[in-house]
């Protein structure tokens, strides 16, 4: 694969087909290319540093896109070298970087998992910390392009449709892990996190949960991912702006032992295609905000 440092963006943009419904997908974390500078940097092979990865979702998500028209913004940069689902001041001081600059340390940051991972796993990435010239470069790179074209897509289509949706796509292991609060448990087929009911209208949330259900799928709200940077920064529905994070269970789609495609990966394209298809019949009319009328 060419450098992905020599493209403007490092990010892929599916472009809508016609005048679609008000809603993108975006794919943040199924990014494959190592940059160099990261490999070198890193202590952890790539074979390691796929466990950040969702495996895999950028290939549900764009086949089910376009059979339905819809637009989607695809990472192609690995999360191991910038989260996107962070946001810029989610910083690690025990990575590295300008600890003055941090005022405050975030929960994610706290366990390694901030806007540069410094742990997978548990284990440390890096064997020393990192300069700020280096943070800044991947920040510059790979995570405000992302931003700066999510951000004009929505506003495109919220000046368009009065409303914008953000469906932020991820994918989660069957079983939580022995650092997660849900340790130990099997975990539903689709989870759906709307920021504990702030960052999507209540009928969005309801409306993709029984298009999933219809399917045979089950479905939770919030447990064990309530949604990330993306959730909360475009999720602003006084402003008609909305923000859905979905979980796929990785064992209805691939082998998650070996990061290949399981039986079920067919099946899962279709039946996403059918869900977001019934998002033509949603309202989106009444996602727009409710602005104050004049006085007579």
Known sequence: MSSLEELAWPCRVLAPAGDSIPA???????????????????????????????????????????????????QQVARAAVDVNRGEDESDPLLGGDDDAIIEIGPRAALGQGVVPRLMGGIEIYGRRLSTAAIERRLALYHRPFHRRLGEIVAAMRARHGAA??????????????????????????????????????????????????????????RPYAGGFIA?????????????????????????????????????????????????AFPWADLRPCLPQAAE
């Open 165 to 222: 949706a953000v469906l932020d796509c991820h994918s989660m292991p069957s079983t939580a892990g022995p650092g997660e609060p849900d340790r130990g448990q099997m975990r539903a087929d689709v989870v759906l996190g709307d920021r504990h009911g702030t960052s999507a209208s209540p009928a969005l949330v309801e409306a993709l949960a029984a298009a999933f259900k219809r399917r045979g799928y089950g479905v939770r709200a919030n």
């Open 232 to 280: 909360s920064h475009y999720g602003r529905p006084s402003e008609g702006l909305h923000a859905l994070q979905i979980e796929f269970n990785r064992r209805l789609y691939m082998d998650e032992a070996r990061f290949e495609r399981g039986p079920g990966f067919a099946t899962l394209i279709a039946d996403l295609t059918a869900v977001l298809t019934e998002l033509a």
């Open 24 to 74: 993108v997908l975006s794919v943040p974390h199924a990014g494959r290319h190592y940059p160099r500078a990261l490999l070198t940097e890193a202590r952890l092979e790539r074979a390691i540093l796929r466990g950040l990865e969702d495996p895999l979702v950028d290939l549900l998500v764009e086949p089910a896109a376009r059979a339905c028209g819809l637009g989607a913004l695809i």
